[in-house]
């Protein structure tokens, strides 16, 4: 009882002495915009009085959303008011709960005065401009790079945010040749571009009982497209959406009349709704204004094999990128003696996935490859897709076979997915792992590194297709086997800050980061691995250095795309792991971070 009355005390101290500034902040109107909010809790005395500063504000700036007054118009809608009332609340879970604070009162009859001053309105936007100007430039890499599903997602997502800004008619972007370019037809633009670029063509077409998969090859500005979503009608309605994978995509058509289809559309993905979960602010302004619709993102696709129709090149989307091969790992190592032996394996294992009969291909297995041969039928209903030809390599007493491009779907038909399938041969000649490969992207990334010898690329090729896969198939023991007891595990998350009250709208935003011990990593993973039906993730570019002198450490930092049943990233993750027995690596640091340092730099080496 008496805490209760020294608390009391203390707060109503509080509100005499603040009451006489509160009573000159609500004289000087001209000065200062406030609201005044009451509630059982302090949040929701906060949100209260949020609201009321919300309010005031769009009244204020409301001349000021031109865009949006537009598409208000457009639609026919005749309050105006209302809408840009809504749009700016969707800056209080962000911007604005950064305003000056007071409490009042404590819960349970919470009292919260909030205050801004008229001139420091041009700060609250500061923050949403910054962060069109970032997804603008994290599209524009990511189309040099033929990442088109990312550079899609980014555009649209600054033209959405750009709608929400009241001076987002008057945004600019630099673009990498220094020009000047005005977001609000620069983005529409970029996105028109991209879909331009694209050129869909059929390259097999199999028949089997009913089922009708049709391979399709994705190219983009003249070469294969390390990435693009989209869905496609499939007579009664649109597929779950479908990633591809270095070009390669796929359709399937079931029924009596499915052979009889001679054409379909594609409709590529551009928005990513269900991805903006990442950001509530980007996530609450996609819930209130109406999608744009991009009428050039449908393609027709007549469904006959056209492998050799000529793909023209965009080069208004990306005029510095060449066109890229597909990327060789058949290294100089030590030949496979009779390639055709291991080779002749992997085509009875493609052959049993077409029948669903796999006590024949058993004894090709050892018993712990068997298992995550099963794993991997698990994971979204595996089926062959392609064979653009095996390519086998030995490796120190084991030979790997770079096999078939597979597909993957899931029950709950959320999404479609293509992976190449990596064959690993014991000493014996019995399969002993399997994995999903690298994409293109990311093995271009680690065999350009001709300082490492090819034995030392091949191991960290190997070693993180394996880790990949492991995250993918749930195989929560290997994981727990690759991490040190000890091991360093750091997590990082953008959080927003209380400012310095000179500047209170600005560098507002930092990284948290968080360290976990090796047991608490494991328990949250393992609570992650029941909650998701599928996690697929994807590495682009790499940096590769050596930790240590004895040669067997390396600390490896590569970019990150994490797609899981109901979340999506990326970020940047770096580990320091110890490759000096390939069939044992020992992770001794991993550290994920949403996005790079201020100065361009991620955790490495240097740190640890």
């Given amino acids: 009882m008496k805490k209760i009355t020294l608390l009391a005390f203390c707060i109503a101290f509080a509100a005499n002495l603040f009451s006489q500034s509160i009573d000159q902040i609500k004289a000087d109107r001209q000065t200062y915009i406030w609201g005044e909010g009451s509630g ?32 208000v118009t457009k639609a026919g809608k005749s309050n105006f008011s209302e809408e840009a009332r809504l749009m700016m609340s969707t800056y209080s879970n962000a911007t604005l709960t950064n305003t000056e604070r007071i409490v009042l009162g404590n819960e349970p009859d919470a009292k919260v005065f909030r205050y801004i001053k008229r001139s420091d309105l041009s700060k609250v936007f500061e923050q949403r401009k910054r962060k069109i100007i ?146 509530r602010e980007l996530e609450d302004v996609m819930k209130r204004l109406e999608p744009i619709p991009f009428r050039n993102a449908t393609f027709n696709l007549k469904l006959v094999n056209t492998q050799s129709i000529e793909v023209k090149k965009i080069d208004s989307v990306n005029e510095k990128s060449p066109v890229s091969e597909r990327i060789s790992v058949d290294f100089k190592l030590d030949s496979v003696p009779n390639p055709k032996f291991f080779e002749g394996k992997v085509d009875q294992i493609i052959a049993s996935l077409k029948t669903r009969s796999f006590e024949g291909v058993k ?27 095996y390519r086998t390599i030995k490796f120190g007493e084991s030979v790997i076979c770079r096999g078939p491009k597979m ?40 065999v350009s590194k001709t300082v490492w010898s090819e ?52 560098n507002n935003s930092i990284i948290k980061y968080n360290r976990y011990s090796k047991q608490q990593y494991i328990k949250n993973l393992e609570h992650c691995f029941g909650s998701n039906e599928y996690i697929n993730l994807t590495f682009e570019e790499s ?11 390396f600390g490896i930092q590569i970019k ?49």
């Avoid at 390390?226 to 479908?242: C, E, H, I, M, Q």
């Avoid at 940096?543 to 450490?553: F, N, P, S, T």
């Fill in 40 to 71: 059982t809790t302090l949040n929701r005395a906060d949100q209260e009085a949020l609201q009321q500063i919300v309010t005031q504000i769009s009244a204020q700036v409301e001349s000021k959303f031109t865009i949006l007054k537009d598409e």
């Fill in 134 to 279: 970032d997804f603008t430039s994290t599209a524009e890499n990511a189309a040099q790079n033929g990442q088109i599903a990312d550079a899609l997602k980014y555009y649209y997502w600054a033209l959405a945010l750009l709608r929400s800004h009241p001076d987002g008619s008057s945004i600019e972007f630099v673009d990498s040749k220094g020009q000047q370019k005005l977001l609000l037809s620069y983005l529409p633009a970029r996105i028109n571009d991209l879909f331009a670029s694209l050129r869909f063509t059929v390259s097999d077409i199999k028949e089997d009982q009913g089922l009708r998969t049709i391979v399709i090859g994705v190219n983009a500005c003249n070469r294969p497209a390390a990435n693009l979503d989209y869905s496609f009608w499939d007579g009664k309605d649109w597929s779950a959406p479908v990633s591809v994978k270095d070009g390669v995509g796929f359709m399937e058509f079931y029924g009596d009349n499915a052979s009889q289809r001679t054409e379909t559309q594609i409709r590529v993905e551009y928005i990513f709704e269900g991805e903006a979960r990442i950001d």
């Fill in 363 to 389: 004894s090709l297995f050892t018993a712990e490859g068997f298992d995550i041969f099963n794993k991997l039928l698990g994971y979204g209903q595996a089926k062959p897709l392609s064979n653009e030809g």
């Fill in 407 to 446: 597909s993957f779907a899931f029950s709950n038909n959320t999404r479609k997915f293509v992976e190449d399938v990596v064959f690993h041969f014991d000493s014996k000649g019995k399969i002993s792992s399997l994995a999903f490969g690298l994409g293109n992207d990311a093995l271009s990334s680690i």
């Fill in 455 to 506: 034995a030392q690329r091949l191991t960290i090729i190997d070693f993180l297709e394996n880790y990949k896969t492991a995250y993918a198939l749930k195989r929560l023991d290997y994981i727990k086997s690759i991490f040190a007891d000890d091991a360093l595990i750091i997590i990082g998350n953008s959080v927003k800050i209380k400012p310095d009250p000179e500047n209170p709208f600005l």
């Fill in 543 to 553: 940096d590769i250095r050596r930790a240590g002198q004895d040669g067997g450490r």
């Fill in 560 to 608: 990150q795309n994490y797609y899981s049943t109901n979340y999506g990233d990326q970020g940047y993750l770096f580990l320091l792991v110890d490759l000096k027995n390939p069939n044992e690596p020992m992770i001794y640091v991993r550290t994920w971070q949403p996005e790079k340092n201020p100065d361009g730099s991620i955790y490495g080496v240097d740190k640890f």
